[in-house]
């Protein structure tokens, strides 16, 4: 097989993956309405200001139901919006907690929990999301950020906005851009 006959050109559409981060109010929200046809999975009650179309999760069953129903059944959304993952996270937490029938996802020792839902969360990403991309509709993640003060040697201090979330889940989205 020659060179020219592997070598593709041009624009090769495809539905996106995308991370909104900013700080609470700025319009995390009002920009993913703006995708092509949205649904909103409002794990917050934070687009009760939007006229959009949205499913209320309030925990881990209510999100695996909208999942399911959104991907099994006919509709005519285009872009999936969640908002926001770090509420997602307090509810992939529960599920964690609840799966391993302890109280609090601190009381596994030498960090084991957290090592459960940074697993938890790799797997919503990609056994939840990733079908939604192959299927042609566009993922949106709002996610709220916080403000970490960056020192490093021998040069004057600043911040750098990251999403607010535990610090194995933020390197996870992040990959997800």
Known sequence: MSLTDLVQSGTKPRAQRIVIFGPNGI??????????????????????????????????ASLAQALSSLRTQEHSYRTLVIDTIDRLELLLRGKVCQDLRIGSIESKPYGKGFTFLFEEFDRFLTKQLDPFIADGVHVVVCAHSSIKKVQLPGLEGFDRFELKNSSSLCRTAQGMV
């Open 27 to 60: 319009g995390k929200s009002t920009l993913g309405a703006e995708f092509p046809d949205p649904i909103f999975l409002d794990c917050e009650d934070g687009t009760t200001h939007l006229a959009v179309n949205r499913i209320l999760i309030n925990d881990y």
